[in-house]
C-alpha cells in the first residue's frame, strides 16, 4: 500500500530539467523520505490496533462461548426440574384420586356401622340361629374387620404420602424458581 502510494506521488511529480539544482532534488527526496516515514508510522500503528481488537474480538468469543456453555447447563437443568416436577404432579394426582376412592369406600363402610346399630359387629352375632352360624358369622365379620382396618391404614399411608409429596413439589418449585 505504501510503495504503490510512493509510485503515485512519484509519478504526480514532474521531471526535473537536466539543468536543476541538485539541492532541489534533495529536498524533494527528503520530502518523499519523510512522507515514507510517516506512512510507515501509520501503517505500524494501524497493525498495532488491529492486533489489539484481533485479541479483543478472541476474547469476547471465548466469553460468549463461556456464557453459552452455563445457559446450555441451566436450560438443561431446567427440563430436568421440569420433568421432575411434572412426574410429581402425576404421582400427586394418581395418589389425590386413590385417597378420594379409599374415602368414598371408608365412609361407606363407616355409614354400614352406623346403620347396624349400638352394637355394631354383634349384631349379625345376635341374629344368629345355631353355632354354626354364629362360626361362620364370626369368620365373616373378621374378614370385614380386617379389611375396615387395612383401608384406615392404606388411607392414613395415602394422606402421608399426598402430604410428602407435596412437600417435595413444593421443593422442587422452588428450585426451578431458583
Not at 452455563?70 to 437443568?77: C, N, R
Given at each position: 500500500?505504501?510503495?504503490?502510494?510512493?509510485?503515485?506521488?512519484?509519478?504526480?511529480?514532474?521531471?526535473?530539467?537536466?539543468?536543476?539544482?541538485?539541492?532541489?532534488?534533495?529536498?524533494?527526496?527528503?520530502?518523499?523520505?519523510?512522507?515514507?516515514?510517516?506512512k510507515r508510522s501509520e501503517y505500524q500503528t494501524l497493525e498495532g490496533q488491529e492486533r489489539n481488537l484481533?485479541?479483543?474480538?478472541?476474547?469476547?468469543?471465548?466469553?460468549l462461548e463461556t456464557y453459552q456453555e452455563?445457559?446450555?447447563?441451566?436450560?438443561?437443568?431446567l427440563a430436568q426440574h421440569q420433568r421432575e416436577l411434572a412426574a410429581i404432579?402425576?404421582?400427586?394426582?394418581?395418589?389425590?384420586?386413590s385417597r378420594a376412592q379409599k374415602k368414598s369406600a371408608l365412609a361407606t363402610r363407616l355409614r354400614a356401622i352406623y346403620k347396624m346399630g349400638d352394637l355394631g359387629y354383634l349384631t349379625p352375632l345376635l341374629a344368629a340361629s345355631s353355632s354354626e352360624n354364629i362360626d361362620q358369622h364370626i369368620k365373616y365379620?373378621?374378614?370385614?374387620?380386617?379389611?375396615d382396618l387395612t383401608?384406615?391404614?392404606?388411607?392414613?399411608?395415602?394422606?402421608?404420602?399426598?402430604?410428602?409429596?407435596?412437600?417435595?413439589r413444593q421443593a422442587?418449585?422452588?428450585?426451578v424458581v431458583a
Open positions: 500500500m505504501i510503495f504503490v502510494m510512493l509510485l503515485v506521488l512519484c509519478a504526480k511529480t514532474p521531471v526535473l530539467a537536466q539543468g536543476t539544482p541538485s539541492q532541489e532534488k534533495r529536498s524533494r527526496l527528503d520530502s518523499i523520505k519523510q512522507l515514507l516515514g510517516l484481533t485479541a479483543e474480538l478472541d476474547r469476547i468469543e471465548q466469553e452455563q445457559l446450555d447447563a441451566q436450560k438443561s437443568a404432579e402425576k404421582r400427586l394426582a394418581d395418589l389425590e384420586t365379620l373378621q374378614i370385614i374387620s380386617q379389611n383401608l384406615m391404614a392404606e388411607t392414613k399411608a395415602a394422606m402421608q404420602t399426598i402430604r410428602e409429596e407435596q412437600k417435595t422442587q418449585q422452588e428450585q
